[in-house]
């Protein structure tokens, strides 16, 4: 299993969002799980970042909500009351 020092080098244009995080959660040894609802695409360049940085920072960027277990990773949309 990937500790959350391991560095990520990735780049991509109009990547499904699905793909992009399954790419950035790929070595981290866990499975993913997405909510029905994530849907679209992302750009980015990663060089050298550790992947959960790499992810905190796509799920901020996207509005995304992530709940962890010890061995999967479930993505949902973050859902604001007003």
């Not at 500790?3 to 981290?28: H, M, V």
Request: proline share 2%; net charge neutral.
């Amino acid at each position: 299993m990937s500790t959350t020092d391991d560095l990520i080098y990735y780049e991509d244009q109009n990547l499904p969002i699905r793909d992009a995080l399954a790419n950035i959660i790929k070595n981290s040894g866990k499975k993913i799980i997405f909510d029905s609802q994530i849907n679209g695409t992302s750009s980015f360049s990663i060089n050298g970042i550790p992947w959960r940085k790499v992810l905190e920072s796509f799920v901020q960027i996207h509005d995304l909500k992530v709940d962890e277990s010890e061995h999967t990773i479930f993505v949902q949309k973050k859902y604001f009351k007003k």
